[in-house]
């Protein structure tokens, strides 16, 4: 089945792109678990389609030492500080997280689906690319998924930007969709960098990408079977 257009009508219209994503990381948790991943190893999917986060912020009056009548005891209130408004959100996820159970869940890799919350301004954009920033950091495997058509901007060019990596050959750092997987390794004693991925079109298949759980084991993540599960699922048809 080939990807279709879930952000625009007709389809935008009739059915949610919140169910099609959740749909497709279910699919591939299934998939992980029923047939990919060792025994040791399983899958989960972490959901939270959240909303700005309204932070009250109090600023102190300069004032003095008083007595609290409990002991004696001083309060001490400190001078009025600085102020500067902050843009906290609460970001999107739709998440595969794989672990290892390795003397107790020991997390490996992630599937980011990208939703237009995370796209919509630089704030959010920052959030989810700070994010798999770290997860490579940490030696995670990371693959990301981008088939929002209603938001522009590349997370995976901000995710590259963050890691200070200029060097990108790859047809994806320009592309509007694509999907693509990631990461760290050691060429020549040097952390290094390493990544797959393809731009995608609406109307065409989608990939195959490797996904590393460990140094020397990846697992073939088909996004094109199971999205056409989630179709069928969510009653997605051809027409």
């Known amino acids: 089945m080939p990807l279709r257009d879930h952000f625009h009508p007709p389809l935008s219209r009739n059915r949610h792109w919140e169910n099609l994503h959740s749909a497709w990381a279910n699919a591939l948790r299934d998939h992980l678990n029923d047939e990919l ?50 843009d906290f959100t609460h ?7 794989v672990y290892r159970e390795d003397g107790g869940p020991r997390l490996v890799a992630a599937v980011e689906f990208v939703s237009p919350a995370n796209k919509d301004r630089p704030a959010t ?6 994010k798999c920033a ?37 047809r994806i750092g320009a592309a509007e969709l694509y999907a693509a997987s990631y990461r760290t390794a050691s060429v020549d004693g040097t952390a290094a960098l390493e990544f797959w991925g ?3 079109s609406v109307g065409e298949p989608l990939p195959t990408l490797p996904l590393w759980i460990a140094p020397d084991l990846c697992l073939p993540l088909h996004l094109e079977a199971a999205y056409e599960r989630a179709c069928e699922k969510s009653r997605i048809g051809d027409d």
């Not at 025994?39 to 109090?58: C, K, L, M, N, T």
């Not at 970001?91 to 997280?97: N, Y």
């Not at 997370?155 to 050959?169: E, I, K, Q, S, W």
Request: with cysteine.
């Open 91 to 97: 970001p999107d996820l739709f998440e595969i997280q």
């Open 198 to 200: 393809e731009p995608l």
């Open 134 to 170: 770290s997860y490579l950091h940490a030696g995670l495997g990371v693959a990301m998924i981008d088939i929002v058509t209603n938001r522009r901007g590349n997370l995976h060019a901000d995710t590259l930007g963050l890691l200070h990596v200029t060097a990108d050959d790859s």
């Open 37 to 86: 991943l060792p025994p040791e190893y399983f899958a989960e999917v972490r959901i939270s389609v959240g909303d700005r986060v309204e932070v009250d912020v109090a600023t102190c009056e300069e004032g003095r030492d008083t007595g609290s009548g409990n002991g004696g005891v001083a309060v001490w209130s400190p001078a009025k500080p600085f102020s500067a408004a902050l």
């Open 125 to 130: 954009r920052r959030v989810f690319a700070v």
